[in-house]
Each structure stands twice: as C-alpha cells, then as structure tokens.
C-alpha cells in the first residue's frame, strides 16, 4: 500500500518542513509515502464568495488531476467524521488487509475544497471543528499515520 498526502500550496516555513519531513524518514519502516503539492491560486482581498468559488475550482480540478479512479480518497474537511487515534488505525490497517493500493488524503487550501473534490471523495475525515491552517495540517495527518502505524505494529508511542 502506498499513502499520498495530496494538498494545495507549498509548505513554506522551514520549521514546517522539517516537521514533515521528519514523519515521512519516520513512516518510511512502515508504508510507502509520498506528499504532491499542487500550486494554490492567490485570493484578492475582500474577493467575493464567486470569486472564492472559482479559485476552490481551480484548485478542485488540478487535485483532480493527481487522482485516479482506482485511488481510495479520504479528504480532510470540518464536516468530516471524527475519531480517536485507535479507530484511525484501525481504519489504516483495514486499508492494507483490503488490497487498496493507493489512499489518498486530500488537503485544500486556504479556502477549503471545490464542490468536486469532495463528490469524489470515498470518506470525508476531520481532525477538529477548528479550522488550521493547512500547511500545519500536514504534520497533524503526517504524525496521526505514524501514530497509527506504531498502534497497529503495537509498538511503543501512543499514550
């Protein structure tokens, strides 16, 4: 199985980076991972809701673009189902057992995900009715995989 973490914009702070990538070298014993950016659109100030709906479209259609129909697709929205660490696990282990070759978790941008990303999603997850900014979302998915990796493994980690 492989793991994609697919998201809009670049990971810019430096702190940000190395946080990531230190869950990817982290995760890397355990699956097969990769992180795609896709460039994010510039949203003008005081930009109407139109306007914020065009840019999520743009958006929305270059994730699409990096999707294949065979991918099991899980977005990160608000509105998503939460759950504990351990159900997270459990769900990543059955994703493995499944045969699903490829899970992509789709982060947005600034402005969320288009009406179409989120029809193609197979499961909508959240992490808190709280909105993050999306680049420190990465390293909240990033560290919940390898979380859920040490549970599965029943390796020491999760408190």
Known sequence: MKITILCVGKCKEKYMQQA???YVKRLSRYVKMQIIEVPDEKTPEGASTR???QIKEKEGKRLLEKIRSEDEVVVLAIEGEQM????????INQYGISGKGNVVFVIGGSLGLSH???????QKLSFSKMTFPHQLMRVILLEQIYRA???IKKEPYHK
Not at 84 to 91: L, P
């Open 149 to 151: 990796y040490r549970i």
């Open 116 to 122: 179409e990303v989120m029809k193609r999603a197979n």
């Open 84 to 91: 504990k660490s351990e159900e997270f696990a459990h769900q």
């Open 51 to 53: 306007q914020e709906e």
């Open 20 to 22: 990531v990538a230190e």
